[in-house]
């Protein structure tokens, strides 16, 4: 018994960290679109997520994994993704003297860092290390709801709680204390399609853009999944019918 109790413990405490994020509170919970067999991918949102990832976040937070061409997918022409490559420099070489030089991005770079490496990313952070945004929400659990309450969680840390220099309280950052100062802000970003830039605006477009960088396959895989188990519904229905017919003379 004092197994099964142990046990039964262990599973809810469990699912409460999931839950909270390992914060202590619980997270704020939303519908988003690309849950679920049927999820798919906000492209707008999306569209307004990278204007607030390249604005606000890749100041400090690289997106290593994603690769200019990819913005394609969430609705961008080919023209608009060029511009927007041709806005960064990107190491190359090297040339016929041996050097490596900088030059204008294409489409087929990935995104650059901000930094060059993470002794200089920890240099320009007061020793903290921003983490790569591009698998975010696949890494930390309940990640789309997760990122939204972190977004929405700073506050003023409580009387009795020591927040030290360059540290600021978040109530549902594991341990409450975070590094990473309120990244945004009321009317931050001046969206290009006229949305009021809204703190909840923002953090939603943010998240649907994260999403969708971490597993951008997500729509193919789940069209896929809906169009195999209807494959195999049709055929399962066809094979029964085939088999009565077969055998209906058989006692």
């Known amino acids: 018994m ?21 914060g202590g509170e619980p997270l704020i919970e939303r519908h988003w679109a690309f849950e679920g067999p049927f999820g798919h991918v906000d492209k707008q949102s999306a569209q307004r997520g990278f204007q607030v990832y390249k604005e606000v976040c890749a100041a ?38 041996g050097d490596m030089y900088e030059r204008a991005a294409k489409p087929s770079d990935h995104i650059p860092s901000p930094y060059a490496n993470e002794n200089a990313a920890r240099a320009s952070n007061g020793g903290a290390f921003p983490p790569d945004l591009s698998l975010m929400i696949k890494a930390r659990p309940n990640g789309g709801n997760y990122l939204y309450s972190l977004l929405n969680g700073y506050r003023d840390a409580p009387k009795h709680v020591e927040v030290q ?14 590094a990473m100062p309120v990244p945004i802000s009321e009317g931050q970003v001046e969206y290009i399609d006229g949305t009021p830039a809204t703190m909840e605006q923002m953090s939603v477009d943010l998240v649907n853009f994260l999403q969708w960088a971490a597993e951008p396959e997500m729509e193919h895989r789940n069209h896929m999944g809906i169009r195999t188990m209807l494959f195999l519904i049709v055929f399962t229905l066809l094979f029964i019918v085939a088999k009565r017919r077969v055998w209906k003379n058989v006692k």
């Open 2 to 22: 004092k197994k099964i109790l142990l046990a039964l413990s262990l599973v809810v405490n469990f699912n409460y960290a999931l839950a909270s994020g390992g």
């Open 60 to 97: 400090c937070h690289s997106l290593k994994r994603v690769y200019f061409r990819n913005l394609e997918d969430i609705g961008f022409g080919a023209d608009e993704v060029a511009s927007l490559a041709a806005e960064y420099n990107v190491p190359d070489g090297p040339d016929e003297l």
């Open 165 to 178: 220099a360059g540290m600021y309280y978040n109530i549902y950052f594991p341990g409450n204390k975070i």
